[in-house]
C-alpha cells in the first residue's frame, strides 16, 4: 500500500480508491510511528472529504492532522517553532476553508 497510489487515484478523480488507499496507510503509519506521514495521511484523507462534499468529515480529519502538527511543534525548542509551522500548518487553513 503506497500512499503514492492514493495520490494518483485522488488526482484522477477516482476519490473512492483514493480513500481505500488513505484509509490502508493510515494504520501502517500509525503503527511504524510515523507522525508525520499520519498526519499528511489525515490532512489528505481530510481534503478529499472536502472535495467531496462531506464538510463534518472533513474537519474531523483535518483537526486530527492539525492536533498531531501541533503536537510535534511541542518538541521543538521555541526559536524553531514558528517556522515549523509556517512549513507544516496548511490543515488550519483549509479547515477555516469549510
Request: charged fraction near 25%; hydrophobic fraction near 35%; proline fraction near 3%.
Amino acid at each position: 500500500m503506497c500512499p503514492l497510489l492514493s495520490g494518483v487515484y485522488d488526482a484522477l478523480g477516482q476519490k473512492q480508491e483514493a480513500l481505500k488507499y488513505y484509509n490502508q496507510s493510515l494504520p501502517l503509519r500509525r503503527a511504524a510511528g510515523d507522525r508525520s506521514g499520519e498526519a499528511i495521511t489525515l490532512g489528505n484523507i481530510g481534503v478529499l472529504y472536502r472535495e467531496t462534499n462531506r464538510p463534518t468529515d472533513a474537519i474531523t480529519y483535518l483537526e486530527q492532522s492539525l492536533k498531531i502538527i501541533l503536537a510535534m511543534r511541542q518538541g521543538l525548542q521555541r526559536q524553531n517553532r514558528q517556522k515549523f509551522l509556517e512549513i507544516n500548518d496548511w490543515s488550519a487553513y483549509l479547515v477555516e476553508d469549510i
